[in-house]
């Protein structure tokens, strides 16, 4: 599900970046859509897989419709999951009162663009990749960022490099 890319912001770079992506995948059997509402239900008997990477308050809500809307057999749950450790224990509850395993990991360790500097610099005596964090946050965000990563800064914010280092280094 796509909204801004499909959606208000088809024209955008990023749009019709996003458009390339589409063209090259539908082909394959992948499909894209703006909603769960546009989402066809597996076939009998078919597995269906969702990746969830999205607002961390609205992923008790998406998991619930990914299941019950879109009829997925199957959750990628990127990290944190939820706001909450209880959030996080009910959406659990809650797919295995479904049948749905969920699996919670972190999407950038799989990213190409990782892969291939990770390779490169396996490859290159002397390379070496340095991994940067960059939330730039404007002064007035600040009390919005603050709230959203009351465990910790450097823990939430740059959790994704630290799984990187932890994996390939």
Same mark, same amino acid.
């Given at each position: 599900?796509?909204?801004?890319? *499909?959606?208000?912001?088809?024209?955008?770079?990023g749009?019709?970046?996003?458009?390339? /992506?589409?063209?090259e995948w539908?082909?394959?059997?992948?499909?894209?859509h =703006?909603?769960?509402?546009?989402v066809p239900?597996?076939?009998?008997?078919a597995?269906?897989v969702?990746?969830?990477?999205?607002?961390t308050?609205? !992923?008790?809500?998406?998991l619930?419709?990914v299941?019950?809307?879109?009829?997925?057999?199957?959750?990628?749950?990127?990290k944190?999951? =939820?706001?909450?450790?209880?959030?996080?224990?009910?959406? =659990?509850a809650y797919?295995?009162?479904?049948?749905?395993?969920?699996?919670?990991?972190y999407?950038? !360790?799989?990213?190409?663009?990782?892969?291939?500097?990770?390779e490169?610099?396996?490859?290159?005596?002397g390379?070496?990749?340095?991994f940067?964090?960059? !939330?730039?946050?404007?002064?007035?965000?600040?009390?919005?960022?603050?709230e959203?990563n009351a465990?910790?800064? *450097?823990?939430?914010?740059?959790?994704?490099?630290?799984?990187? /280092?932890?994996?390939?280094?």
């Open positions: 599900m796509e909204p801004w890319f *499909l959606g208000g912001g088809k024209d955008s770079d749009g019709k970046a996003f458009a390339e /992506l589409v063209a539908e082909p394959k059997g992948v499909s894209f =703006a909603s769960l509402a546009t239900a597996p076939a009998q008997g597995q269906k969702a990746l969830i990477s999205g607002r308050a609205d !992923n008790p809500r998406l619930k419709e299941i019950d809307q879109a009829g997925c057999t199957c959750v990628y749950l990127e944190p999951g =939820a706001p909450s450790v209880p959030e996080l224990e009910e959406m =659990a797919a295995k009162s479904k049948a749905v395993p969920v699996y919670m990991g999407n950038k !360790n799989v990213t190409p663009y990782v892969l291939k500097a990770v490169f610099e396996r490859k290159t005596e390379a070496s990749t340095t940067v964090h960059n !939330n730039a946050y404007k002064e007035e965000e600040l009390g919005e960022c603050f959203r465990e910790g800064m *450097l823990k939430n914010m740059a959790i994704h490099e630290l799984a990187l /280092l932890a994996t390939y280094y």
